[in-house]
């Protein structure tokens, strides 16, 4: 375990060795704005007003605050309102790559992701979560939605398929990014938004596994509560945390639902709106 221990915080400061000459190699090639140039020249500027510049700065180089700020004043200014104009036409962007197919990635993992909304919603009015009993509530509610409830069967397989869709899309949506180098400045926050979305659409897919809690769950849960419990030093307050602890029962049920149905959505559905926003902010990376 001490030797895990070591390894673990070895392979954190080379990360972050790494990422700090990555950062200080873009912000060489990073032309200086005029803010910048007047944060060095002023030499008598205090550390607030120098870290508050320089916090503008990389925001506004990155999100346009003041060209955004400025086309909001005189659109709340003008007496003639009209619709705003595309993204592709405000910045006369080549808008071929808007039909390229692997650019359509992030919009079907959208669109599987609100049709596991709707679809979940439906399920969850018949889903009654309880991992305890011979049969469980959660494998009796379960079994009647697939056999007595009305399109029952047809709303949890279209569910389980868009669960396959988005888990598909998302990391292909990745690798198309990372391939075509659309994550480099200044576009690094939001890739790092995406690996999170990532990473908890994988969680999401999980969660939801294990629901039925039949023995393809069971099994399941018996593997993530074994990886939960060999994280170094936090394993048994990570197994705890999500399986209600450091050995499987019912109780594991009740957690993953919670987690699956009001946890994760709302954490989802934030950095998605965030995600997009930035998105139609920076504009879509055409390949370098």
């Given at each position: 375990m001490l030797l895990q221990f070591w390894f673990l915080w070895l392979f954190i400061i080379i990360v972050t060795v790494l990422v700090?000459?990555?950062?200080?190699?873009?912000?060489?090639?990073?032309?200086?704005?005029?803010?910048?140039?007047?944060v060095e020249s002023v030499g008598k500027m205090g550390l607030a007003e120098?870290?508050?510049?320089?916090?503008?700065?990389?925001l506004d180089t990155r999100f346009r605050i003041q060209d955004y700020w400025a086309m909001s004043r005189d659109a709340y200014q003008s007496v003639h309102r009209q619709m705003p104009l595309t993204h592709a036409e405000k910045y006369?962007?080549?808008?071929?790559?808007?039909?390229?197919?692997?650019?359509?990635?992030?919009?079907?993992?959208?669109?599987?992701?609100?049709?596991?909304?709707?679809?979940?919603?439906?399920?969850?009015?018949?889903?009654?979560?309880?991992g305890d009993g011979d049969p469980t509530p959660a494998y009796s509610s379960m079994e009647f939605?697939?056999?007595?409830?009305?399109?029952?069967?047809?709303?949890?397989?279209?569910?389980h398929w868009a669960t396959h869709f988005m888990v598909a899309s998302v990391f292909l949506h990745m690798c198309r990014v990372y391939f075509t180098g659309a994550y480099r400045n200044p576009r690094e926050l939001n890739w790092l938004i995406g690996v999170g979305l990532?990473?908890?659409?994988?969680?999401?897919?999980y969660s939801g596994y294990l629901l039925?809690?039949?023995?393809?769950?069971?099994?399941?849960?018996?593997?993530?509560?074994?990886?939960?419990?060999?994280?170094?030093?936090?394993?048994?307050?990570?197994?705890?945390?999500?399986f209600g602890g450091t050995s499987l029962s019912g109780a594991a049920v009740t957690r993953m639902y919670f987690l699956h149905v009001f946890i994760l959505p709302v954490i989802v559905t934030t950095l998605i709106i965030i995600h997009l926003f930035i998105v139609w902010v920076q504009g879509?990376?055409?390949?370098?």
């Open positions: 700090a000459l990555t950062l200080r190699k873009e912000n060489e090639d990073i032309p200086r704005k005029e803010i910048l140039r007047a120098k870290l508050f510049l320089w916090t503008f700065s990389w006369k962007l080549r808008i071929i790559w808007y039909w390229y197919p692997l650019y359509c990635l992030g919009g079907i993992s959208f669109l599987a992701f609100i049709i596991l909304i709707i679809t979940g919603t439906v399920l969850g009015i018949y889903y009654v979560p309880g939605i697939m056999t007595q409830l009305p399109f029952g069967y047809i709303i949890r397989s279209i569910h990532m990473l908890l659409t994988i969680v999401f897919g039925p809690w039949d023995a393809l769950a069971f099994g399941a849960a018996t593997i993530g509560i074994a990886m939960a419990k060999s994280t170094p030093l936090i394993g048994s307050w990570v197994a705890t945390l999500m879509i990376a055409e390949p370098h």
